[in-house]
């Protein structure tokens, strides 16, 4: 077991590496050549522009004013001065609310940490287990460390009520907390969506899984089916083209319009000489010919076909996606119909909210029900072998960054690790590496899978990873450094021991795994979050990107990566730290004070970086809440069990009754809470909508809805084919009135039916029109 | 291990015993003064009236005829032969698929052991290993049943694969049969919902947690509430009375009245002398007084008190729930108020489908949401307490009814117990009675329970009730004769096991305990299946009171009890048949034919029973068949477990991961019905709630809905005591304008709004016509 000395002297590294990190960040990011990495929100925000405008040609790189890099740590209260509502107006919820998880760590470890130094210290301190053992055993160290956590307490000592006492205080402080948070987070959410300014997304339902019809298109179907079962309602609606060609076709064009501006602007520059090019493989090879009358030529070739591809994808039936968004005359409209089950059938006409226009995943809307089914359960499969199996290579690597273990397998070693500090440096520092370069590619992999499942909102689609990532750290870092570890040790034990002892296991190993979790919170936490600030990968590729493909100004607008929250990768992350804050409160309350400071020092970064760089690539508003709900829900009942499984070993059996109260409360609380706040998540209320709409109406009664939804949920791809032909001779009338409708101001004010809601469809209509009261 | 005697002892027992009971029922049922006890459904149809009208007397007591008597068994073609359309008809959905249940098991279980007998049995009963066993240890004893079971595989073995493969088809052949059998029930069901005639609970939702309000009476936040958020779409509403007390004192009138007939009836038919009574507890002490004009006046003051109750119930706003039943003008209305969300807060304003007024349980429709939760939390923990503490006895009890235990237990009968008939009657009876003793009782405390955690109809009740029976079953019948008998015998080796010996456990016992359960199988199902139709409690009970207690032919009409089919006690026992059918399938395929026959039987006597005896309280429309599916699935998953566990004890160890596969597909089968059927079973689509509104709109377009649904959801003691009223001098115009609208038909067909609907919110009303379309 490392001794309190590792411990300080991976502290000392980790410390080192974070203020290093730290002070380059401070340098960097007064530089104006840095400026679109550690600013770039406020570029797209269009405040900030490049700072190549005034001043010298060195200062244009080099901030040389002295006095700027004396106030080096101002970036903290900047980062801190902006109020939360401030925040949100510029950020979004989503990362306010995000910042909200690191806060909420605060506010549940912050009491529980005086509480456990106050109280259970003293208690652990006060006895002399360890050392009466140590007496006994020559071979057995202890540190410190363990001196104030519970193995310090004799077996059957009567000071355990003292830990029973503490495990009801933080518990139920910790649902205070969550219940509180819960409720402000639901409060927040439901403002920030009542304050909202009108959005398509408010009106819109998007329909899955439309049946094939032998008479009727889906585009007629869908009409036909929303026009007879919401008669008063239902407004307007559109169709999902398979548009993953296009896509292609436009992205390509794209490219060649960059190189296009390039040799445009070279030509401008020293118009002696018309650049030229080769029409090989990125220009290596081939013949070489015109560079702007090339890429004009191609570029147009590229456009004809677009407009050819459009054109098959609006006349081929078979391009049409059995997929719908539909768009409804009021947010009540909207509201019932995605609340609502549409067939007898529940595996037809799904509906569904739709998701932001911007956080639509286009190309999953066309996967059929069983097809999704059979996804699920193929990703289920492969994440439980990846989750299970995985464990393996860390279980071996984690059994070499042992000493002995290293000693063992490379013997020839031993003289050089058997140097203090070398040895120190293993221990403290190399487990936490190793698991580290694992858990780095790891997210990519799962939101790949993920997006194979067929969620439709890039929200979703990161919020179901994100728990999967938790599960994998879970079984991984979690139980995997315990067990694991631990069966290296004592494997032959292990084996052999009945159910009741599962829980006494790791109960067992958790004090001995203190240092090993120190370490890793130092190592991910600490240096992991100051790494954050310095953003090195922007750093390094900007300014690669800067120098070799940067051509024109778009060019550097887009080499800017300002990046996100990345909610999959952090969010799970930060639970592993509640889980080993809530499971170390009773154990080896010494961990507490490195948590604290992860979620200090995190609170901080995240604040800067979202007001500064973070560009999030839709809104979700905090719709992820309940899932941090109850990940801290799982990370409190685990604590209970371990502590049940600790004491039971302890043979303090008497208290084991009290124990078993502690899960079953903490679960009714979350059903109760799911219970009370969940809804406000996932529904929307009508009470809500209705609010809306009448305002909405009174303030704007002659707002035409269809004009400012039409163009709503056009696949992206379209709107950029339709840039391009506006302004080209291929402009043919009624393909803009079909597939992409004109935004010219007459059509928007005048609000007659258009050629498919008025003709095809009014005698039904009429009908119902009828009947109804 | 009882040996095959013991097993034909028993069988021959039960055999007769059924046989005895099929014989007594043959006789009785042809009495005619029986006729009310097996044939009360065609009185309560009022198809059959009392025999007293013709014949000699005797005649009206005993069934002379003895032709009749030689077709005995004539109950059973006739049973069969209606045909299921009709039956729905008759007796109700949830009738009609009640009887699928046993279907169900035949369907599953026929091809099932005859596979099983034509592949496994040869291939178990090829070996010897018994045989080398018994050799090796001469106390071992085996018997036939174990030669053709799973244990006579010598370890190792490669035949294994044969069980495997079987395990397959089973498994794949029950998922196919489930799979058939839910669309058939989902198609039966909606089917039924379709074609029903128009019904209250159609247009109905109940709105429960209606939040207090200073300003506005319940009644009147209620009907603002709706109108401004389902302002197209609400027709009217009611609200709920605390009507407890009141229903108290019409049950003692009614009471009162009964005697009074009683009087009248003695005095008509001997008008020589008043009778008199005494007015202490139960007439048996106090004054003695005329009878006729005591209860005369004694009615009299009951129903002034009545009155008064009710005149509290109006005047006092504490009285009224918040709760109320608020009726749309359409289907569709109906189906998009209960399936949203209203408001903001999830805990308040919840709205769900009404069930039908037979269905309401309408003492529990005012607790409110945190109450509810705190319910559900403390019956969770007694429940918990009951099926784990609850299996100590049972476990005690069959200890000692082992042979063994018992001449431990009590050594001075051990002379009896060795003579072989006893022994034989002991072994192979007495295990199944004290099971069966404990579980009588069962249901009733459970069905307490449901009630007390507030659930509002009762088919909900009786569904929940029907799960928690379940799980107890598995728990102590299953799991507790296997374990606590198995544990009683290696107790020791039981306390030391590691995790992976716990499907062992249970695999080694479960084929040791094949004789057990083929005793339950016979008591609990044969002889309990016959006893079923012979109805001697409901028999006896009957005859008592027509000597004892009725006094009136009302009191001979109530004395009548014709039951019902009590799913919560019943259809739990049907699924342990389905647990224990597919657990022994692949272990031990004697079990199989025992089973058969009482699915056999079961669906014989039950069709009998559902068709002559049994009068449904509520008509759910089968909404208890995903409770039914997912619990055969659960069976299914539990015997993939138990044969993983006992493959494993039998060293197949390569087998193994193909076990591994089965319950992972049948999970994944689970939620692949679940999403394709269940909502046609929790929701009701809107499509085809647009279709009955608009057909009966073409059919009835002047139909008055709001006097149609006036008095539907009005609790049934008003309408007794308005029914007094009615005919007594107390008639305030006033109070049946509030409280139970006048049912005169002037006003029935003058749509003219009631005071409430009409005056106090049309100002409101008249704001939102305004702004919609």
């Known amino acids: 077991m490392a001794t309190l000395g590792d411990i300080g002297l991976a502290a000392a590294i980790n410390i080192l590496t974070a203020f290093a ?78 910042l909200r998880i690191y806060l909420l760590g605060l506010k549940i470890f912050a009491p529980i940490c005086i509480l456990a130094f106050a109280v259970l210290v003293p208690v652990n301190w006060t006895n002399n287990t360890l050392e009466i053992e140590a007496s006994k055993e020559s071979d057995l160290e202890f540190s410190t460390i363990d001196k104030i956590s519970i193995s310090n307490i004799p077996t059957g000592s009567n000071k355990f009520w003292t830990h029973l006492v503490m495990a009801y205080t933080f518990t139920f402080w910790t649902c205070y907390v969550l219940f509180k948070e819960y409720a402000i987070i639901a409060k927040l959410r439901l403002h920030f969506l009542a304050s909202q300014q009108r959005r398509p997304d408010q009106f819109t339902v998007l329909v899955r899984n439309v049946p094939a019809d032998p008479d009727e298109s889906t585009y007629e179907l869908v009409e036909h089916f929303f026009l007879v079962n919401h008669p008063e309602h239902f407004l307007t609606h559109q169709v999902v083209y398979d548009a993953n060609k296009l896509s292609k076709l436009v992205g390509k064009k ?95 006409w799904l509906t569904e909210w739709s998701p932001e226009p911007r956080d639509v995943y286009w190309r999953n809307l066309a996967i059929p029900f069983v097809n999704l089914k059979i996804r699920r359960l193929v990703i289920g499969v492969i994440f439980f072998f990846l989750t299970f199996f995985f464990i393996i290579p860390i279980a071996i690597v984690q059994s070499l960054a042992n000493i002995e273990g290293i000693e063992e397998a490379v013997p020839f070693l031993k003289p050089l690790i058997e140097v203090p500090f070398i040895k120190s440096f293993i221990q403290g520092f190399l487990p936490g590496i190793v698991l580290k370069v694992f858990l780095i590619f790891l997210p990519m992999i799962l939101m790949i899978m993920v997006k194979f499942e067929g969620f439709i909102s890039i929200s979703s689609l990161e919020r179901r990873a994100a728990t999967k990532y938790y599960i994998f ?11 694991a570890g631990t069966a290296f040790q004592q494997i032959e034990t292990f084996i052999h021991q009945s159910v009741s002892e599962f829980p006494k296991t790791i109960g067992i190993a958790i004090p001995q795994k203190a240092t090993f979790f120190i370490t890793y919170v130092m190592v991910d936490g600490w240096a992991g979050v100051a790494g954050e600030i310095l953003r090195l990968k922007p750093l390094i590729v900007y300014h690669l990107k800067n120098i070799f493909l940067v051509k024109t100004e778009k060019d550097r607008e887009e080499a800017m990566d300002p990046g996100s929250i990345e909610f999959n990768a952090n969010e799970p992350k930060i639970q592993l730290y509640f889980l080993l804050g809530l499971v170390y409160a009773v154990v080896a309350p010494f961990l507490l004070p490195y948590i604290m400071v992860f979620f200090g020092l995190a609170y901080l970064v995240f604040r800067h970086q979202i007001i500064n760089v973070y560009n999030q690539q839709y809104e979700s508003a905090a719709a992820f809440w309940p899932n941090v709900h109850g990940r801290v829900i799982v990370a409190m009942v685990v604590s209970q069990i371990v502590l049940l499984g600790l004491l039971s070993t302890k043979e303090a059996a008497n208290s084991t009754p009290f124990l078993i109260a502690l899960p079953v409360l903490t679960i009714w609380f979350h059903s109760f809470c799911k219970n009370r706040y969940e809804s406000a998540f996932r529904k929307f209320p009508l ?17 035409d809805l269809k004009g400012y939804l039409l163009n709503a949920y056009v696949h992206p791809v379209f709107k950029e084919v339709e840039d391009y032909e506006a302004a080209s001779v291929f402009n043919e009338e009624d393909y803009e009135n079909v597939l992409v409708p004109t935004k010219r101001t007459s059509r928007k004010t005048t609000p007659a039916p258009s050629k498919y809601t008025g003709s095809s469809s009014s005698s039904l209509l009429d009908v119902h029109e009828e009947y109804h009261f």
């Open 21 to 98: 990190f730290l002070l380059a960040f401070a340098v960097l990011r007064l530089q104006p050549y840095n400026d679109r990495v550690y600013f770039p929100k406020w570029y797209i925000k269009g405040v900030r522009s490049s700072p190549t405008n005034s001043g010298s040609f060195v200062n244009k790189f080099v901030n040389l004013d002295f006095r700027s890099y004396i106030t080096f740590l101002q970036w903290i209260p900047a980062a801190l001065k902006m109020p939360e509502p401030e925040l949100i107006e510029h950020a979004g919820l989503d990362s306010a609310v995000y």
């Open 254 to 348: 794209k490219a060649m319009k960059n190189w296009l501006d390039y040799y445009k602007l070279k030509y401008e520059r020293n118009s002696s000489k018309r650049p030229t090019c080769k029409t090989g493989f990125f220009g290596l090879y081939g013949k070489k010919v015109d560079a702007i009358e090339y890429y004009t030529s191609e570029i147009d070739k590229l456009s004809k076909e677009e407009v050819k591809e459009r054109d098959r994808l609006k006349k081929d039936p078979k391009s049409v996606m059995p997929t719908a968004f539909v768009s409804f005359k009021s947010r009540w409209g909207a509201a019932v119909c995605a609340q609502t089950q549409q067939s007898r059938n529940p595996t037809i």
């Open 473 to 483: 750290l879970f079984v991984n870092v979690f139980l995997g450094s315990i067990i």
């Open 687 to 703: 009470q809500e909508a209705k609010m809306k709409d009448t305002l909405e109406r009174t303030r704007e009664p002659n707002l």
